[in-house]
């Protein structure tokens, strides 16, 4: 998330706010009405210069991806595609051939079959034996992909936590493949926060460099999550104050502004302003972090958030961390 701004003349739009407390520290969520059209003409400010990116059409969007949380350990597992090799699949996953080779020991490396199951190992020091348990439950959705300027690919997706329990070290796996099903390239992406309070939803993004095959396909894989206590003592309870956003006139574009009010001294403070289009779906993300020793009471920022289309609304998220 290394992609994922100028003023705009008032009057300052206020919007509707949502106030959400997550377990380990309170976390507000702005949802704002529909974003009213700017008549100011400030310079243009978009996501990425030159062309407009598109969603492409050819990658399907994947439905919901739901995870349970499992009694037994389940391994990560890959199936031999036309022209792999066993140095190649360790190479792709960043193991070593021998653990490979001790994970699958009926496999022969030099007759591999195609459309073999071999377990990816993820224990050096136990290469044979079950991968980690899975991961906490969340739910990745809304699956996008847009081309840039470069011809590299911007993808976009939505995680959400739909347990009990707050989330932390969350990650999932993008992958590109072929249309025919080859294997072309993965990304891991990361939550932009440190943690996932019960309810709220964050997106994820990974980007591909070119050059792409044509009509390459987008997949989801979860990695990890760690579910928390309900009382971590590392997040602070934070408000939001003094809320105003300045949507530009192509509606690409929304300036941000208010205060974060801190009951005491932070460690860091970050921000993450979500665009969504008329249609609710995300199109782009902007984080804002300031880092400490951050002094208790009112901190004040500004953020332009842009999309890759028009912004029908933004969420905006805190996270504190406790000194």
């Known amino acids: 998330m290394n992609r994922l701004p100028s003023p705009l003349d008032r009057p300052a739009v206020p919007l509707r706010t949502l106030i959400g407390i997550g377990l380990l520290g309170a976390i507000l969520l702005l949802a704002c009405v529909p974003l009213p059209t700017s008549t100011a003409t400030p310079p243009p400010l978009i996501p990425y210069p030159t062309r407009t990116p598109t969603l492409i059409p050819t990658i399907a969007l994947l439905p919901t991806i739901s995870l ?30 021998e653990a490979l080779m001790a994970a699958n020991p009926t496999v022969l490396p030099n007759l ?20 980690p348990p899975t991961p906490a439950p969340f739910t990745i959705s809304q699956a996008s992909c847009y081309p840039l300027p470069d011809d590299s690919l911007y993808c976009l997706a939505l995680v959400q936590n739909d347990g009990p329990q707050a989330l932390e070290n969350l990650s999932a796996r993008l992958v590109l493949f072929t249309p025919n099903g080859q294997f072309f390239a993965e990304q891991t992406a990361v939550l932009p926060f ?12 990974a980007l591909f460099p070119s050059p792409l095959p ?14 928390l206590p309900p009382d971590d003592p590392r997040f602070l309870e934070t408000t939001l104050s003094d809320l105003t956003t300045q949507p530009a006139p192509d509606g690409r574009t929304v300036r941000i502004s208010g205060q974060v009010l801190l009951p005491s001294i932070a460690q860091s403070v970050w921000i993450i302003a ?36 028009a912004i029908g609304r933004v969420k905006i998220f805190v996270e504190a961390q406790a000194e």
């Open 274 to 309: 979500i665009a969504y289009d008329k249609h609710d779906r995300v199109v782009g993300f902007r984080r804002w972090e300031r880092q400490g020793p951050i002094p208790s009471g009112a901190l004040p920022f500004v953020l332009t958030v842009a999309g890759f289309r």
């Open 112 to 131: 591999l079959p195609i459309g073999a199951t071999l377990i990816i190992p993820t224990d050096p020091d136990n290469p044979a034996g079950p991968a």
């Open 214 to 227: 044509p009509d390459v396909q987008l997949r989801l894989q979860p990695i990890s999550a760690i579910a």
């Open 194 to 205: 440190n943690r996932l309070s019960p309810g709220m939803a964050l997106p994820i993004a």
């Open 68 to 97: 349970s949380i499992s009694p037994t350990p389940t391994p990560f597992t890959y199936v031999v595609q036309p022209g792999d090799t066993m140095s190649a699949i360790a190479a792709r996953f960043g193991v070593s051939l």
